[in-house]
């Protein structure tokens, strides 16, 4: 199964960038040691971090769920997949991480550093907190250290930092039960950051919680996001959270899940509450819940 | 017991055990029944007394058994179910045979085991073949359900098999394994007590079934009670035991310990 050739109506192009110019990137879902091995640091940082072609997933039942989907996001970009249930999003977000594999088409990732495999460089943060239950919260945020066999001290100090981040250092020694839904969440995010990921990976990370615990966690998501500089493709269905984070709005068809639109979100930085109550910010939400519309009709006469 | 009503379920079955036990002293004194009808509760715990260099030789016999085949059983079961976590061709052909065992009746298969085993093998087989079902079973429900979102966290970070089975499985696993380990404790103990009645015909046995069978043909009434009611005892403290375990390991994080301690 090579690259579909994306239809001409979603044909865009979105980075000043051309192929040629993705050094040391490669295809996720086929990584060959040879083509690991042979990786070239990437040093060009506007080169894109995340680069699709023709993706598409048809499940086995026939049932074409996404695509065909081309997508590039910058470095350092935060980008937010809008769109209503079922219609890809995070089938894209999954494929993305190497999670599940495209019936057709391309994922690639850019690449730096010494790593050896490209999944160490990415973090991802569920719709649930997916924490271990049997695991306190330092070790919950060990995990993905464990995993790739790093030195103790050195987990240590970067489960710490992780923590920090998120404002539950005093908390590492609670188990996730004892926690509420926003702090099991932050503990979710705390685990992704603990890799120092080049991209960030969110799949409707906030939809359960209550809507205060919500802005506040948009709050902190944003203001990780501008320290840390990561990549964050965002997945979600809520108008009014993608516009409030997102430098660019990805508004979805209904199934099988396309590109319907796309919004760059502008506004003076650094966003806060004031940007929620701003009339740009309203405006930009109305255009946003225009585009959004078609998808939702599509679905509703399915 | 911290409230009256915590106190009135303690008391309640306590209650109801000394007033059946007051009744069955009362008949059996009012209608003069003898003992190798009936004995009444004073004579079986006299009985007690009086034979357990005799009994307390036999529950040892009976004990190390059931010990041995839930052992058995619990490595077996867990062992098993691993290898049929790890290959599925290995499940798709050794499960139905796992089932043909756990259905077909131990005490129709006890005499076939002591005729080609070893007496105290074939109690201990026996043993084994009771109580490994539902560690098999419960273990394998345990390690496939397995959050799906956590075992793509593993994934993405490169998890070896390994890492995957010892980190992710088996703690999700364990409350499943502990619920198995918990019915296979009670059934070892029936286990030995089918296998050493099939063999107590074949002379050797020594356990506290043995007692009973053998109290039996000599009608020795109130020795069968005294018997039986250790043989009860075993069975209730094997439980206690594991469910206390089992509380233990699963206090820390796992629903079903929770409504215990908060």
């Known amino acids: 199964m090579g690259p579909v050739p994306p239809h001409p109506r979603f044909q865009r192009d979105l980075s000043p960038v051309g192929r040629g110019a993705l050094r040391g990137t490669i295809a996720l879902g086929k990584i060959q040691p040879s083509m690991v091995e042979s990786i070239v640091p990437e040093t060009d940082a506007s080169s894109p971090a995340v680069r699709l072609r023709g993706v598409t997933k048809t499940y086995d039942s026939g049932v074409m769920a996404l695509g065909p989907l081309d997508l590039d996001v910058k470095r350092g970009e935060f980008v937010s997949l809008l769109g209503p249930s079922g219609c890809g999003k995070s089938t894209a977000l999954r494929i993305i991480a190497g999670l599940a594999a495209p019936s057709t088409g391309t994922v690639e990732l850019a690449h730096h550093g010494t790593e050896r495999r490209g999944s160490h460089r990415i973090g991802f943060v569920f719709q649930e907190p997916t924490l271990m239950p049997w695991a306190t919260v330092r070790d919950n945020v060990r995990l993905p250290l464990k995993l790739a066999r790093a030195p103790v001290a050195d987990a240590d100090m970067r489960i710490d930092a992780a923590l920090d981040q998120v404002g539950l250092a005093e908390f590492a020694g609670a188990y996730p039960r004892e926690l509420s839904g926003g702090m099991k969440m932050r503990v979710s995010l705390a685990r992704a950051l603990v890799t120092d990921p080049d991209i960030l990976l969110m799949d409707e990370p906030f939809a359960a919680l209550d809507e205060i615990t919500r802005f506040r966690l948009n709050n902190d998501l944003l203001s990780l996001w501008r320290d840390l500089h990561k990549t964050v493709i965002f997945v979600t269905h809520s108008v009014f959270e993608s516009v409030y984070l997102s430098e660019r709005v990805i508004v979805m068809t209904a199934r099988p899940g396309r590109i319907g639109a796309e919004f760059r979100i502008t506004s003076a930085e650094p966003r806060g509450e004031e940007f929620r109550t701003s009339a740009e910010y309203a405006a930009f939400c109305r255009e946003v819940s225009h585009a959004l519309a078609p998808s939702y009709a599509g679905q509703a006469g399915a | ?262």
């Open chain 2, 1 to 262: 017991m911290k409230s009256p009503q915590d106190l009135i379920r303690f008391l309640l079955p306590v209650a109801v055990f000394a007033a059946g036990l007051v009744l069955w002293e009362a008949i059996v004194r009012a209608y003069g029944i003898q003992p190798y009808v009936l004995p009444s509760p004073l004579l079986v715990l006299k009985t007690l007394v009086a034979d357990w260099p005799i009994l307390s030789q036999s529950l040892g016999v009976t004990l190390l058994t059931t010990l041995e085949g839930f052992v058995a059983a619990a490595i077996g079961g867990v062992v098993l179910a691993l290898l049929f976590n790890q290959s599925k061709w290995l499940e798709y052909s050794l499960f139905p045979y796992a089932v043909v065992l756990q259905v077909t009746p131990v005490i129709a298969i006890a005499p076939l085991l002591l005729i080609y085993l070893q007496q105290q093998t074939a109690v201990i087989v026996c043993a084994w073949i009771v109580a490994f079902f539902p560690v098999l079973s419960n273990t394998t429900l345990g390690l496939s359900s397995v959050d799906r979102n956590l075992a793509g966290l593993f994934q993405l970070y490169g998890a070896s098999r390994l890492q995957t089975l010892l980190f992710l499985k088996l703690p999700a696993a364990l409350p499943y394994i502990l619920g198995g380990l918990r019915i296979a404790g009670g059934l070892s103990l029936i286990g030995a007590v089918v296998a050493e009645i099939a063999a107590g015909s074949a002379g050797a046995g020594l356990g506290l079934a043995f007692r009973i069978a053998e109290s039996g043909y000599r009608l020795n009434i109130p020795r069968m009670f005294a018997a039986l009611l250790l043989l009860s005892l075993a069975g209730i403290v094997i439980y206690g035991v594991l469910a206390l375990v089992s509380h233990l390991l699963l206090r820390r994080w796992h629903e079903s310990a929770l409504g215990k301690e908060s």
